[in-house]
């Protein structure tokens, strides 16, 4: 199982449509969570960490499922520029250091 | 400006031959990490280093190198052992600690010829 599973898409929503990801982590001991939106042939950069209690910051809300072991990123009112791909990254260290491990990938199209 | 940068952009490289990619940062971050990235893939680790002189493997070592002898530093060798070297490769840095955030640069894409 890989550490870090995510659904690869293409999500392809029209503008202004609500569209949630999902992405699963192998690691119990799973320490920090984040969203990397990266656009193409360009560096990944970070959209948003994930905490316990959930987090908001504008179109966007991330929630943490640590029963379940998941990460979901839920976006608001689609754009056109919010066509990208989402990385889900997970620390699966529990040293206090911070190894990255990245999802594949969600790609996600919004179209007019 | 701080941040991390990568050169260079793009690269050629015969088969046979080692290459090395330079990634300096002036965040006076601990930690800096190698990715490399394929079509259609996510990123995988090919090193990390928490601090100078020190540095671990990642998944995927098998044919890299790498150096930390100063801390804004962490140039990447790709040798002729590396069976299939084109991708794209990203250079990353954090303060370190858990969810701090990583700062890429923009990447240097290998290609063989």
């Known amino acids: 199982r890989k550490e870090v599973e995510q659904d690869p898409g293409p999500f392809n929503v029209p503008e202004g449509a609500t569209v949630a990801f999902n992405c699963t982590y192998s690691?119990?001991?799973?320490?920090?969570f984040f969203w990397y939106r990266q656009d193409c042939r360009k560096e990944p950069k970070l959209l948003m960490s994930?905490?316990?209690s959930g987090n908001e910051d504008g179109r966007f809300t991330a929630q943490l499922n640590r029963a379940s072991q998941y990460i979901s990123l839920l976006i608001r009112d689609s754009k056109l520029s919010d066509s990208a791909t989402y990385l889900c990254?997970?620390?699966?260290?529990?040293?206090?250091?911070?190894?990255?491990?990245f999802g594949t990938g969600t790609r996600l199209l919004v179209s007019p | 400006d701080g941040g991390i940068t990568q050169s260079p952009k793009y690269l050629f490289r015969k088969e046979g031959q080692n290459v090395t990619l330079s990634c300096e940062q002036n965040?006076?971050?601990?930690?800096m990490y190698w990715y490399r990235q394929d079509p259609g893939q996510g990123l995988r680790l090919i090193y990390y280093?928490?601090?100078?002189?020190?540095?671990q493997k990642g998944d995927i070592a098998e044919g890299y190198s790498v150096s930390r002898e100063k801390k804004e530093s962490f140039p990447l060798t790709v040798t002729s052992a590396q069976k299939n070297p084109t991708a794209f490769y990203l250079c990353?840095?954090?303060?370190?600690?858990?969810?701090?955030?990583?700062?890429f640069g923009q990447g240097t894409r290998l290609t063989v010829v």
């Open positions: 990254v997970v620390n699966p260290m529990n040293t206090g250091f911070q190894k990255l491990v």
């Open positions: 690691n119990s001991a799973s320490q920090s």
């Open positions: 994930v905490y316990s």
């Open positions: 965040l006076n971050h601990d930690a």
């Open positions: 280093s928490q601090i100078v002189n020190d540095f």
């Open positions: 990353a840095c954090s303060a370190g600690g858990i969810n701090t955030e990583a700062f």
